[in-house]
């Protein structure tokens, strides 16, 4: 593997992972399958073939090149909200080079809540890492992990070319999708540890105590957090670059959304392609299994039994988060 050449050229070469007590990036090697296969691009990865690992400074070098970045969208959302299934549509396009969650941007978000300049190189070479493509024609689509959301500024600030894709599901919903699976309880409940601590969360929140919180009242407060990262995206002045979307829209009324998503990130999409795409027969596919048969209706079902099951419950967390929103605008 030659850092200089083979790191910069394509994504043949996959940055996995950085570990900052070594100071090391560890690679695998990757093809335009492997990463549509990897369901998303942590431990899931779907690689080729053996690790390699390399030096950081060695790789910072190797990627202070200066070439013009690649055209690139980024997928934020507050998880749970289909933006796997948007991410699926991007990867039925030649020209659309599709990251599922990398791992390495995902570090990078959690590593630092004061960035210092050594954090900015990092950032930088990683989103050089992440949006390279096989071609000068192509276009990155990276659909992020949930905490990335707090990068979204710097993401669109870093290249001319990238815009964002703000998908958002409604709070109802998010609780139910939440609470419906205890390893989603478990995984809402150590983020909002993690924004507390790293102050996340805005002013008005310091009294909130995780260990107090009912999971309704975790996922209610999850929602309310990045929905106001969301709200933050319209009064911001890269909000031409921004498109902010309801994931009841993408299910409902897929064509209608996939024309909004072409006409503001500017993909050469026509009708007919978006009508291909939609009828495409791997979108009646449950996104994370696709032996699963999945559509519209299907969510629409599983949505109502959800209520009967967890409704009550969504209750009460709801109106907790709506008390506690009040309280911290009053204070801000």
């Given amino acids: 593997m030659n850092c200089a050449q083979d790191l910069s050229r394509s994504p043949e070469y996959y940055p996995l992972r950085v570990d900052f007590h070594k100071r090391a990036v560890t690679f695998v090697r990757m093809s335009r399958e492997t990463y549509r296969e ?32 690649l055209p690139v969208t980024y997928i934020l959302h507050p998880a749970f909200c289909c933006s796997t ?33 050594q954090w900015l190189e990092l950032f930088d070479c990683s989103v050089k890492l992440l949006t390279r493509g096989y071609s000068e024609t192509e ?17 669109l600030q870093r290249n001319h070319r990238a815009t964002v894709i703000f998908l958002m599901t409604p709070q109802r919903h998010f609780m139910l999708s939440v609470l419906k699976s205890s390893e989603r309880r478990a995984w809402v409940r150590s983020r909002v540890c993690e924004v507390l601590a790293n102050g996340g969360a805005g ?6 105590r995780p260990s107090t919180l009912t999971d309704a009242q975790t996922a209610a407060f999850m929602w309310t957090i990045n929905n106001c990262l969301r709200q933050q995206f319209a009064a911001e002045p890269e909000r031409a670059r921004v498109v902010l979307l309801d994931s009841d829209q993408l299910v409902d009324d897929p064509e209608e ?42 969510r629409r079902r599983e949505i109502a039994q959800l209520e009967e099951q967890y409704g009550a419950e969504v209750d009460e967390g709801a109106e907790w988060a709506a008390r506690h929103t009040i309280k911290a605008v009053t204070m801000a």
């Fill in 85 to 117: 299934l948007l991410a699926r549509y991007f990867e039925l396009l030649a020209s659309c080079l599709v990251l599922k969650e990398p791992l390495l941007l995902t570090q990078v978000a959690l590593s630092s809540c004061e960035p210092s300049p």
């Fill in 203 to 208: 002013s008005g929140w310091e009294d909130v």
């Fill in 139 to 155: 276009r990155v689509i990276i659909k992020a992990h949930e905490p990335c959301n707090v990068l979204g500024r710097k993401l």
């Fill in 257 to 298: 959304t996939l024309a909004v998503i072409a006409r503001s990130c500017q993909h050469a999409l026509d009708d007919k392609q978006i009508a291909w795409m939609v009828g495409h027969p791997s979108m009646r596919k449950y996104s994370k299994n696709v032996s699963r048969a999945y559509d519209a209706s299907t």
């Fill in 38 to 69: 990897s369901v998303f691009l942590d431990a899931r990865t779907r690689h080729l073939g053996a690790m390699h690992s390399l030096r950081l400074d060695d790789v910072l070098l190797a990627m202070d090149t200066g070439r013009m970045p």
